[in-house]
């Protein structure tokens, strides 16, 4: 089958690679119809480079039809329509009977210390194939995939339940806004764009986006936030606390992650980086800071004094400075980590099939294209060209 494999920094390739065989009673194959290319994937493209191998098989936003399935999974049959989540979870554990379905501990990876493993992202995370594919073996298919309606609605409006719709909801869960109360959206990429829409559907009042890209605040204004462009305000904090009552908001979610723009030391920090040696390169991720945290900085001096900073950004360097002595003084708390996509699935399904879409997914993808064009698409997504906000590839 064809798939995108990764070869080097910022050097991606669509290669035939063995088709995906059923290897426990639990896994399932899907036949991709859609599958995206997320913001994460850009971190693999340049950043996580010492953490991949090539020929590794990206992408973790996908969905398609169910070719076949092992004798342990008794809910789907051949011919079912799925999405399925990024995140791998068994759905019986301690951590996954909580709703901690990203710490499962049936598919944590121990020998790196990490949660629950992901499709197409990394050593870190278990190095399971992705969907970028024309087909994907699907463990503990059991519970992850999500069984959809043959109902004539094109992909896009159930595709980015498999991450980043669900990852827009729980950060604005996270962040915690009291009634009447006051969010920031730190970054208006496609988890950005759904938080600003999903905050303005679950009814906060007072939605403020930031970004600097002029497409992306017109997306964002036109769902009924507040738009500022960082680009073009000198004091960034005035022009919040003149919107907050002089207090700061009361939430505020930081959906950019490690390569927030504002470093270009820490940037080239990165660059090295990624380009040392394997071995090298892993350490100094694992044990120096080296994002860029000028979003998650930015969360921190936004937010009101009691207030809440809710991460959904990636971010890697273990090391990382952080102004704790603010953090302190001001009190605030602090949520983050990765998506429990099943923990959201049931109520964002029900909206999602609304037939209205509320939450514009249908509209949401600025580029459609065969998967052949991925590594055109990613260079594209990640130079924000062309207006580029999603990009739906199609096996």
Known sequence: MKALTWHGIEDVRITEVP???????TDAIVRVTSTAICGSDLHLYKVLAPFLSPGDVLGHEFMGIVEEVGSGVGNLAPGDRVVVPFTISCGHCWMCQRGLFAACETTQVREQDMGAALFGFTKLYGQVPGGQAELVR??????????LPHDGHPDERYLYLSDILPTAWQGVDYADVPEGGSLVVVGLGPVGQLAVRSAKLRGIEQVIALDLVGDRLRKAEAAGATTIDI?????????VLDLTDGRGADGVMDAVGMEAHGNPVAEGVIGLTSKLPKPVARAAFENVGIDRLAALHTSIDLVRRGGTVSISGLYGGAADPMPLMTMFDKGITVRMGQCHVKRWTDELFEIANRPDDELGLETLATHRLPLEAAPEAYKTFQTKQDECLKVVLKP
């Not at 699907?138 to 069984?147: I, L, M, Q, S, T």
């Open 231 to 239: 680009s073009k305000t000198k004091d960034l904090k005035k022009a």
């Open 138 to 147: 699907v463990p503990h298919a059991g519970f992850g995939p999500v069984k």
């Open 19 to 25: 088709d995906p065989q059923i290897q426990e009673p």
